[in-house]
């Protein structure tokens, strides 16, 4: 009799891979589903042929295959359904963990006991599992073709920003200086920590102040997501125009996060001489930029791999690995900052997105470890204190960093540092006035050499920041935008609310 053929065993390797980016096409990158494809081909594909060993039987190998793949893969999802379970027996207690593990043992030796005992031909259940293991990854396939047919229709959409080159642009400076520009995510303005917080930061701005910063006061983002921000401030102007381009309904973020890995700031650098140097953040389009003279690596993990491994059977396995991990990313950053003046030539354009003190909470004031999720974090106080012990620690990284950069550099470099957008702990239904605040006001400090700080004001906004410094050390003559703010959500993040007279008064 003719064998059925076995493909469902390797489809259901790769179906939880596909699913995952194709649920989250508008934000992961496709080449960070091909390493976790391989290992778990390679995975199926060894175990099966284990199987096949010791069953002597292809057919039933292929099942107890795919039953395994399919525990594996569906662990994480049981364990978020079962968060928080907790069972005390005594001095002891049980958790999720405790009772899906031999669960899900119990279920793969029943299986293998009845597949080693029955003589029943499995083909018929090949078969079956063969077409539903296709169906589910056409699914998913035509989820993600679907999206890159949309995505080919505005690809050639962006036309605004273009740096224009004149003679003033292309003009000789006898002195390039290095330009660091580093975003602390969910760095909350002074103004934020102060009265809504209840936060004295002054020591912090104060260090700066001293070290030749310019801190503007009353900074406040142009947008309050970092996707929309970096792509806004990396390209020198407002991006609302992505409401028609793309769709005021669209989820869709491949177009900026295009526009933050290949920004009109690099390019135009780049044009003028410089080597352009990007930390690897381990989110999104700061992952990773291939157009960087030096990127960066500091971590092993990507987002998608991190989220990955969570739905996966290895989750309690890995749960301080990926904390570890997060870690060791913000502190290479911060070591490695300093470096690079040193280890590739000048002029440099030095960009770095660290995600603190944005929540996870992975370090405490003096930089102890933590892991808090922010879901874990019940009540105000608790946040407060959890992102306030971790700005705490990033001042201090800070702090040192920019004493070593200053110190070290033969020419007085540029320094920016700012956020993406600023905190987020007021409940919207307490003030959406203070929500408001809160989640546009940002540090933005700059240490512009050779007494340049004049143009700066205290409400200048990302979107001017390169505008101001072409200007006053590349010859450029951009004209500043007006600052304003603009308030969307992640559920419709291209309905551009102005909410400029809302946080400003004016």
């Keep these: 009799m003719r064998r059925a053929i076995i493909a469902h065993p390797f489809l259901f390797a790769l179906y939880p891979i596909l699913f995952l980016y194709a649920y989250n096409v508008d934000f992961a990158q496709l080449r960070d589903t091909v390493l976790p494809m391989a290992v778990a081909i390679a995975s199926a594909v060894v175990l099966f042929l284990s199987l096949s060993i010791v069953l002597k039987d292809k057919e039933k190998a292929g099942l107890l295959t795919s039953l395994l793949v399919l525990l594996v893969f569906s662990y994480g999802h049981l364990a978020d359904a079962t968060e928080g379970f907790r069972l005390a027996l005594g001095a002891f207690v049980i958790d999720s963990d405790a009772v899906l593990f031999p669960l899900c043992g119990i279920l793969f030796a029943l299986a293998t006991y009845y597949l080693v005992r029955t003589r029943k031909n499995m083909r018929t259940a090949t078969n079956i599992l063969n077409v539903v293991a296709v169906a589910l990854v056409a699914l998913s396939l035509f989820t993600v073709l679907s999206y890159e047919l949309r995505r080919s229709a505005y690809s050639g959409g962006r036309s605004a920003g273009e740096m224009e080159d004149n003679p ?16 602390l995510d969910a760095y909350a303005g002074p103004t934020a920590l ?28 142009n947008y309050v997501m970092t996707f929309l921000s970096l792509s806004s401030s ?13 769709g005021a309904e669209s989820k869709n973020r491949q177009l900026p996060y295009e526009m933050i890995q290949d920004s009109e700031v690099v390019r135009f650098l780049k044009s003028r001489g410089y080597k352009f140097i990007h930390f690897q953040s381990g989110w999104g389009p700061t992952a990773r930029n291939d157009h960087a003279d030096w990127d960066v690596q500091c971590g092993r993990f990507n987002e998608f791999t991190m989220v990955l491994l969570q739905t996966t059977m290895l989750r309690p ?5 990926v904390s570890s991990d997060r870690r ?41 470890p933590l892991d808090t999720e922010p879901q874990f974090v019940r009540g105000p106080e608790a946040w407060q204190r959890h992102y306030l012990g971790q700005l705490e620690f990033v001042n201090k990284q800070v702090q040192t960093m920019v004493e070593t950069i200053l110190s070290e550099a033969e020419i007085p470099p540029i320094i920016i540092l700012q956020a993406d957008h600023g905190s987020k702990s007021v409940n919207w239904h307490e003030s959406r006035i203070m929500v408001y605040r809160e989640r546009t006001g940002i540090l933005n400090a700059y240490h512009l050499p050779h007494n340049a700080e004049d143009p700066l004001y205290d409400s200048i906004t990302p979107v001017n920041t390169f505008r101001l410094v072409f200007n006053l050390y590349l010859n450029t003559s951009h004209d500043l935008l007006e600052d304003r703010t603009y308030y969307s959500t992640a559920k419709n993040p291209y309905k551009f609310n102005d909410i400029t007279v809302r946080v400003t008064g004016h």
């Design 317 to 321: 396995l890995t749960r301080d690995l």
């Design 328 to 368: 060791q990313v913000v502190l290479c950053t911060f070591s490695t900052l300093p470096e690079v003046q040193h280890r590739i030539e000048a002029p440099r354009f030095v960009f770095a997105h660290i995600l603190v003190p944005h929540p996870p909470f992975l370090f405490g004031p003096n930089g102890e």
């Design 168 to 183: 003033e642009a292309l003009a000789e400076v006898d002195t390039l200086p290095d330009i660091y520009y580093i975003i």
């Design 194 to 221: 102060d009265e809504i917080w209840d936060y004295d930061n002054h020591e912090f701005t104060d260090f700066l102040t001293q070290n030749g910063f310019y801190v503007a006061a009353d900074s406040r983002s």
């Design 234 to 246: 990396l390209n020198m102007e407002y991006i609302n125009y992505l409401s028609d381009l793309l």
